[in-house]
């Protein structure tokens, strides 16, 4: 044997003791699909570069879908690509992937080579535009009593606002396809009924009907994702909406375009309490055979090192990592001076709620009329 074959022999056995087996082998190109919310689509696009730059022998294909979209799709095999990794909005709804596999399959298996990962969080917000806000709710601070009273009486000449100003408009996504528009409902339900927890709302009751039913016919086809939503609102401004719930992330990273397009920005309000939702990636099984799921467990892994944090931080999410602090990066919507952004919440956040939950809340919205 050869000086140089045997430096090779050794090298690999040192990997390999080292716990490196997982990755792909030099030579043996991967390439591997991700299907994301589109949330993270501006960050993943930067990162995808980086990626490929990084692991030159692993290719990345993007997709991004609704969040609820992307369970539907994959366990319906609606697709016309095959998913190696999936990263939905909320984490919760990998639960429902868990479920749904499990009730298709007779054979016990996980849906997942391993535990799904967090890669980025953010919280639940509205936005509206400054003068429409500040008559909709004259203390400064978001309130769904004040909001379905709005939307009860239609018209902002009823309102105590500008005739001028038309019908009050409310936008939030498909509940049955947009994990944004499940826990905007949720919170909602949780206000109407005084719940203690949005877990503890019988979403049975009338009182809850008649919400659902009043905030479906006042939004108008729903857009499918949260991120396609606020470019509408921004886009059209406020002669088309007044008030939108979307996640905190977008609605510091779309800020500055609100700015341009719009005579004024619109500003950021925080329901108490909100939910965090975490973005979290899985890599899932069918048709993904072990090389690409170690590609794929390698891409999750660097979504998580700080330097990929930082981006996500860039582009108004919180990081899943202490090691990152939100005005520690630079070029950061953190650093903007958005209208009520708070850093450090001065309100009440809790965790999604289980996914029990938000099949009722998507059970009750399919019911309203």
Same mark, same amino acid.
């Given at each position: 044997m050869s000086n140089a074959q045997k430096i090779f022999v050794s090298s690999a056995i040192a990997l390999? %003791?080292?716990?490196?087996?997982? /990755?792909?082998?030099?030579?043996?190109?991967?390439?591997?699909?991700?299907?994301?919310?589109?949330?993270?689509?501006?960050?993943?696009?930067?990162?995808?570069?980086?990626?490929?730059q990084q692991h030159p022998g692993i290719d990345l294909d993007l997709k991004f879908q609704g969040s609820q979209d992307i369970?539907?799709?994959?366990?319906?095999?609606?697709?016309?690509?095959?998913?190696?990794?999936?990263?939905?909005?909320?984490?919760?709804?990998?639960?429902?992937?868990?479920?749904? $596999? #499990?009730?298709?399959?007779?054979?016990?298996?996980e849906p997942f080579y391993e535990s799904p990962q967090p890669v980025a969080k953010t919280l639940l917000v509205a936005v509206s535009w400054n003068e429409r806000s500040q008559k909709l709710f004259p203390s400064g601070e978001f309130d769904w009593a004040q909001l379905e009273?709005?939307?009860n009486k239609g018209n902002w000449s009823d309102i105590g606002g500008d005739a001028s100003w038309g019908s009050f408009d409310f936008v939030t996504t498909d509940p049955t396809r947009s994990n944004s528009g499940q826990l905007?409902?949720?919170? $909602?339900?949780?206000?109407?009924?005084? %719940?203690? %927890?949005?877990?503890?709302?019988?979403?049975s009751s009338a009182d809850v009907q008649t919400l659902?039913?009043?905030?479906?016919?006042?939004?108008? #086809?729903?857009?499918?994702?949260?991120?396609?939503?606020?470019?509408?609102?921004? *886009?059209?401004?406020?002669?088309?909406?007044?008030?939108? &719930?979307?996640?905190?992330?977008?609605?510091?990273?779309? =800020?500055?375009?609100?700015?341009?397009? #719009?005579?004024e920005p619109y500003q950021v309000l925080y329901p108490s309490p909100t939910v965090e939702t975490v973005s979290t990636a899985a890599i899932v099984r069918r048709d993904v055979s072990r090389n690409q799921a170690n590609a794929g467990r390698i891409f999750v892994e660097f979504l998580t090192e700080?330097?990929?944090?930082?981006?996500?931080?860039?582009?108004?999410?919180?990081?899943?990592?202490?090691?990152?602090?939100?005005?520690?990066?630079?070029?950061?919507? =953190? %650093?903007?001076s958005i209208p009520?952004?708070? &850093?450090?919440?001065?309100?009440?956040? /809790?965790?999604?709620?289980?996914? *029990?939950v938000t099949e009722e809340v998507i059970r009750q919205w399919q019911r309203a009329n």
């Amino acid at each position: 044997m050869s000086n140089a074959q045997k430096i090779f022999v050794s090298s690999a056995i040192a990997l390999g %003791s080292l716990g490196l087996a997982y /990755v792909p082998l030099l030579g043996a190109n991967q390439s591997i699909v991700v299907v994301s919310g589109s949330e993270l689509q501006e960050p993943l696009a930067i990162l995808e570069t980086r990626f490929e730059q990084q692991h030159p022998g692993i290719d990345l294909d993007l997709k991004f879908q609704g969040s609820q979209d992307i369970v539907n799709n994959y366990i319906d095999q609606k697709n016309s690509f095959v998913p190696t990794v999936v990263i939905p909005a909320n984490g919760e709804v990998l639960n429902d992937l868990r479920d749904r $596999w #499990q009730a298709q399959n007779t054979v016990d298996i996980e849906p997942f080579y391993e535990s799904p990962q967090p890669v980025a969080k953010t919280l639940l917000v509205a936005v509206s535009w400054n003068e429409r806000s500040q008559k909709l709710f004259p203390s400064g601070e978001f309130d769904w009593a004040q909001l379905e009273d709005a939307l009860n009486k239609g018209n902002w000449s009823d309102i105590g606002g500008d005739a001028s100003w038309g019908s009050f408009d409310f936008v939030t996504t498909d509940p049955t396809r947009s994990n944004s528009g499940q826990l905007a409902l949720g919170l $909602w339900a949780q206000a109407e009924t005084n %719940s203690r %927890s949005i877990e503890q709302v019988n979403f049975s009751s009338a009182d809850v009907q008649t919400l659902f039913g009043l905030v479906k016919r006042s939004v108008y #086809q729903p857009p499918r994702s949260t991120d396609v939503l606020l470019q509408e609102f921004i *886009a059209r401004g406020s002669s088309d909406a007044d008030i939108a &719930m979307v996640y905190e992330s977008i609605a510091l990273y779309r =800020w500055s375009q609100s700015q341009v397009n #719009q005579t004024e920005p619109y500003q950021v309000l925080y329901p108490s309490p909100t939910v965090e939702t975490v973005s979290t990636a899985a890599i899932v099984r069918r048709d993904v055979s072990r090389n690409q799921a170690n590609a794929g467990r390698i891409f999750v892994e660097f979504l998580t090192e700080p330097e990929q944090q930082s981006v996500f931080v860039q582009y108004g999410f919180r990081p899943v990592t202490s090691e990152i602090a939100l005005d520690s990066v630079s070029d950061s919507p =953190w %650093s903007e001076s958005i209208p009520g952004v708070q &850093m450090a919440p001065t309100f009440d956040v /809790v965790k999604a709620p289980e996914r *029990a939950v938000t099949e009722e809340v998507i059970r009750q919205w399919q019911r309203a009329n």
